[in-house]
């Protein structure tokens, strides 16, 4: 999954001598928490509404007037991302920095705006989440092999598998989500037992007398 | 005198004979009952129309399950659910859905035209159809569509789901309608498919407050199942005072069920039915209307639906159950053929954690009704 699968596009731009008014104002209005700021057309800052309210406020030893500029607000030379970045390399870098939103470019051009909101709406496409659907959990032992064993145990049955995510459990093994488009999850939990798998979820029905 | 809805045809909503969803549970149900000496007199209804359907799914899903129901090619029938391993595709599809859409809504019509009282639909309760997707063996949503029937004439509804799957489609579908009150008992989500009917799940617009899910642990048994949905339902009916009752009468919450994890017996789902048939009688004047749904263990789901026709007539329950029926499914059953109507007390394994298990879904219950209730008064 790539940047521009879940960037917003076009962005919302504004100029850097808007007045911190209207920059909140445009933020109200549209119901966004970020705005890249753009001098024609070129990208010169990024300014949130955190941004603002702290500008103006009391807080601060000599707050802004609602009649500054935002170019005095923004914070400059912002980081971009890249409309072909994995969608996962953008989100390692906005949680090193600590940063809310990446602007996107392409060639030079604002072309859209990632923001943490975008990235955990990647996180429910990319679990299937948000699709009917049930879950199973499996660990295996992390040896190679050992998921291409679950992979071709399941592409021996007709399923629709909507995402398989795989991260480590301790030294020894990993553990891996499977969302199914599927009602029919308990017996694919009950065959992969069978085939030795050890399925943490569903758990296992007690038997009926 | 209640009304029982049925019709052959239903008989060809099949998904071929491998397939969880078949129209053998209705008829072992049927068989026990005319073995226990009933003479069940059904009702036949029309096949809902294609306007109908469009009552609730769109114009470009409709034509899919056609154009698939007619031996056609429909190369995107995937993304809208059909085709898959729940939902294979059979020729004739399309009618045999509306078939039971028909009886839905016909049992509406009873209610509303005839001022009958007790009305049960002997199939459907497909409450996993969307509107453009196929979903969980449902085609075509039943219950919406009945229940838009009922409040386009006046009738407010709550609908109860007692199905162990979330009613995510009736839900969907309904989610901003204030004329709709959905409760939903399942699973939770976060063990068995859809994966939806978080408590969170409140509504939205005008319809804020009326969509009520009661996400239940895995291994929940009758008695904190009862605690519950006592809880619940009744605060819900008081608050939201329906014109009718809309049942999804699953039987797939029980022990013996091979899809999910609930634990109940059919001892508790007599005692669901009586409640049920109880709350009609003080809320609704007594109008109620019961579909079938999920249930996959043979011998249970029949059991269940087959205790359901007998207290809706007020007949008396038998204790033991006839040979003659038992002999000639067994071959069906997997295991033996059940010798009484309940099961044996009792029926499973003793369940290890269960007083953590009821401490919870109380919680859940109780951070429901806070949650709703803020949108009430
Ligand atoms: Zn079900």
């Given at each position: 999954?790539?940047?521009?699968?879940?960037?917003?596009?076009?962005?919302?731009?504004?100029?850097?001598?808007?007045?911190?008014?209207?920059?909140?104002?445009?933020m109200?209005?549209?119901g966004?928490?970020?705005?890249?700021?753009?001098?024609?057309?070129?990208?010169?800052?990024?300014?949130?509404?955190?941004?603002?309210?702290?500008?103006?406020?009391?807080?601060?030893?000599s707050?802004?007037s609602?009649?500054?500029?935002?170019?005095?607000?923004m914070?400059?030379?912002?980081?971009?991302?890249?409309?072909?970045?994995?969608?996962?390399?953008?989100a390692f870098?906005?949680?090193?920095r600590?940063i809310?939103?990446?602007?996107?470019?392409?060639?030079?051009?604002?072309?859209?705006?990632?923001?943490?909101?975008?990235?955990?709406?990647?996180?429910l496409?990319?679990?299937?989440?948000?699709?009917?659907?049930?879950?199973?959990?499996?660990r295996?032992?992390?040896h190679?092999?050992?998921?291409?064993r679950?992979?071709?145990?399941?592409?021996?049955?007709?399923?629709?598998?909507h995402?398989?995510?795989?991260?480590?459990?301790g030294?020894d093994?990993?553990?891996?989500?499977l969302?199914?488009g599927?009602?029919?999850?308990?017996?694919?939990?009950?065959?992969?037992?069978?085939?030795?798998?050890?399925v943490?979820?569903?758990?296992?029905?007690?038997?009926?007398? | 005198?209640?009304?029982?809805?049925?019709?052959?045809?239903?008989?060809?909503?099949?998904f071929?004979?491998?397939?969880?969803?078949?129209?053998?549970?209705?008829?072992?149900?049927?068989?026990?009952l005319?073995?226990?000496?009933?003479?069940?007199?059904t009702?036949?209804?029309?096949?809902?129309?294609?306007?109908d359907?469009l009552?609730?799914?769109?114009?470009?899903y409709?034509?899919?399950?056609?154009?698939?129901?007619?031996?056609?090619?429909?190369?995107?029938?995937?993304?809208?659910?059909?085709g898959?391993?729940?939902?294979?595709?059979?020729?004739g599809?399309?009618?045999?859905?509306?078939?039971?859409?028909?009886?839905?809504?016909?049992?509406?019509?009873?209610?509303?035209?005839?001022?009958e009282?007790?009305v049960?639909?002997?199939?459907?309760?497909?409450?996993?159809?969307?509107?453009?997707?196929?979903?969980g063996?449902?085609?075509?949503?039943?219950?919406?569509?009945a229940?838009?029937?009922?409040t386009?004439?006046?009738?407010?509804?709550?609908?109860?789901?007692?199905?162990?799957?979330h009613?995510d489609?009736?839900?969907?579908?309904?989610?901003?309608d204030k004329?709709?009150m959905t409760i939903?008992?399942?699973?939770?989500?976060?063990?068995l498919?859809?994966?939806?009917g978080?408590?969170?799940?409140?509504g939205?617009?005008?319809?804020?407050?009326?969509k009520?899910?009661?996400?239940?642990?895995?291994?929940t048994?009758?008695?904190?199942?009862?605690?519950?949905?006592?809880?619940?339902?009744?605060?819900a009916?008081?608050?939201?005072?329906?014109?009718?009752l809309v049942?999804?009468?699953?039987?797939?919450?029980?022990?013996?069920?091979?899809?999910?994890d609930?634990?109940?017996?059919?001892?508790?789902?007599?005692?669901?039915?009586?409640?049920i048939?109880?709350?009609?009688?003080?809320?609704?004047a007594g109008?109620?209307?019961?579909?079938?749904?999920?249930?996959y263990s043979?011998s249970?789901?029949a059991?269940?639906?087959?205790?359901l026709y007998?207290?809706?007539?007020?007949?008396?329950l038998p204790?033991?159950?006839?040979e003659v029926?038992?002999s000639?499914?067994s071959?069906?059953?997997?295991g033996?053929?059940p010798a009484?109507?309940?099961?044996?007390?009792?029926?499973?394994?003793?369940?290890?954690?269960?007083?953590?298990?009821?401490?919870?879904?109380?919680?859940?219950?109780?951070?429901?009704?806070?949650?709703?209730?803020?949108?009430?008064?």
């Amino acid at each position: 999954m790539l940047v521009r699968d879940i960037m917003s596009s076009p962005a919302v731009s504004i100029p850097p001598a808007m007045t911190l008014e209207d920059a909140y104002r445009m933020m109200q209005q549209k119901g966004i928490r970020h705005l890249p700021v753009l001098d024609e057309g070129r990208l010169v800052g990024v300014i949130t509404d955190r941004d603002l309210r702290l500008a103006t406020s009391t807080f601060v030893r000599s707050p802004l007037s609602l009649q500054g500029r935002v170019s005095e607000v923004m914070c400059g030379e912002p980081m971009t991302a890249e409309a072909g970045d994995p969608v996962e390399d953008v989100a390692f870098r906005m949680r090193e920095r600590k940063i809310g939103c990446l602007p996107v470019m392409d060639d030079g051009q604002l072309i859209g705006i990632v923001t943490g909101v975008d990235l955990l709406d990647a996180l429910l496409r990319m679990t299937g989440v948000n699709k009917p659907s049930g879950r199973l959990e499996v660990r295996l032992p992390d040896h190679p092999g050992e998921l291409a064993r679950l992979t071709s145990f399941l592409s021996h049955r007709n399923l629709n598998v909507h995402s398989i995510l795989t991260y480590p459990e301790g030294r020894d093994s990993t553990r891996t989500v499977l969302r199914i488009g599927s009602i029919e999850t308990r017996a694919l939990a009950n065959d992969l037992r069978r085939a030795d798998f050890e399925v943490l979820w569903p758990p296992e029905k007690p038997c009926p007398r | 005198m209640p009304s029982v809805i049925y019709h052959p045809a239903y008989r060809n909503y099949s998904f071929g004979e491998q397939h969880s969803f078949s129209p053998l549970r209705v008829d072992i149900m049927l068989d026990l009952l005319e073995s226990l000496g009933h003479r069940v007199e059904t009702i036949e209804p029309e096949p809902a129309t294609r306007q109908d359907i469009l009552g609730v799914h769109s114009d470009y899903y409709v034509r899919r399950v056609e154009t698939l129901s007619a031996g056609g090619d429909v190369p995107d029938c995937a993304d809208y659910g059909l085709g898959t391993p729940d939902n294979p595709i059979f020729p004739g599809m399309d009618e045999a859905a509306r078939w039971l859409v028909g009886g839905a809504l016909h049992g509406a019509r009873l209610i509303w035209e005839k001022g009958e009282k007790r009305v049960l639909q002997l199939g459907g309760g497909l409450h996993h159809a969307l509107r453009n997707i196929a979903s969980g063996f449902c085609i075509y949503n039943d219950l919406a569509i009945a229940i838009n029937w009922l409040t386009g004439h006046g009738l407010w509804v709550a609908y109860i789901d007692i199905d162990v799957h979330h009613g995510d489609g009736v839900q969907q579908i309904l989610y901003d309608d204030k004329r709709v009150m959905t409760i939903s008992f399942h699973e939770s989500g976060q063990y068995l498919f859809p994966g939806t009917g978080e408590i969170h799940e409140l509504g939205s617009g005008a319809g804020r407050g009326l969509k009520l899910n009661v996400p239940l642990e895995p291994f929940t048994e009758g008695e904190s199942y009862l605690e519950v949905f006592d809880q619940v339902v009744p605060a819900a009916l008081r608050q939201f005072r329906p014109g009718v009752l809309v049942v999804q009468a699953g039987a797939d919450a029980h022990f013996a069920d091979p899809l999910a994890d609930l634990m109940l017996a059919t001892r508790d789902y007599e005692a669901i039915f009586r409640r049920i048939l109880g709350w009609a009688d003080e809320f609704t004047a007594g109008r109620v209307l019961f579909t079938l749904g999920g249930g996959y263990s043979f011998s249970a789901a029949a059991r269940v639906w087959a205790l359901l026709y007998l207290l809706i007539h007020d007949l008396p329950l038998p204790t033991d159950l006839p040979e003659v029926w038992r002999s000639r499914w067994s071959r069906i059953f997997d295991g033996q053929p059940p010798a009484a109507l309940h099961d044996p007390n009792p029926g499973h394994a003793e369940i290890p954690n269960r007083e953590e298990i009821a401490h919870r879904n109380r919680q859940v219950a109780k951070r429901l009704l806070e949650a709703a209730s803020h949108y009430w008064f």
